[in-house]
């Protein structure tokens, strides 16, 4: 499974960005994706998580109620919509994908992008 995410820009505090995902290679396995973020000097820590079958979504307390994240099945895509963005949303942002359930451990994810730099300022 290939993966490759874009979107990511310089913006100002309680704008919006989409980031998108690109999945390449999907199989049977690939079943659950994330959205992550990682700052210098920091673990990469969890955002949300969706399922390709039953779309189910999972936010962490940090974005709940203002990131939303969405598959486009037919696109192979995964979109994370961010509103009202804050310096603390700064950070460089992954897309992962891995077998069974979504959670929010890094280790447990199979196939990562690239990443994309999300930057607000205040």
């Known amino acids: 499974v290939q993966l490759q995410a874009s979107g990511g820009g310089s913006v100002q505090a309680g704008a919006s960005l989409t980031l998108s995902c690109a999945v390449s290679?999907?199989?049977?396995?690939?079943?659950?994706m994330g959205w992550f973020r990682q700052t210098t000097g920091k673990e990469r820590e969890w955002v949300a998580g969706i399922k390709w079958d039953d779309h189910v979504t999972y936010y962490s307390h940090f974005v709940r109620g203002r990131f939303t994240i969405s598959t486009d099945n037919a696109r192979n895509m995964v979109v994370l919509q961010m509103n009202r963005l804050q310096p603390d949303d700064t950070a460089v942002y992954y897309c992962?994908?891995?077998?069974?359930?979504?959670?929010?451990?890094?280790?447990?994810?199979?196939?990562w992008g690239q990443g994309t730099q999300v930057t607000v300022s205040s």
């Open positions: 992962g994908a891995k077998s069974g359930v979504v959670t929010s451990r890094p280790s447990e994810y199979t196939s």
């Open positions: 290679g999907r199989d049977d396995n690939t079943h659950a």
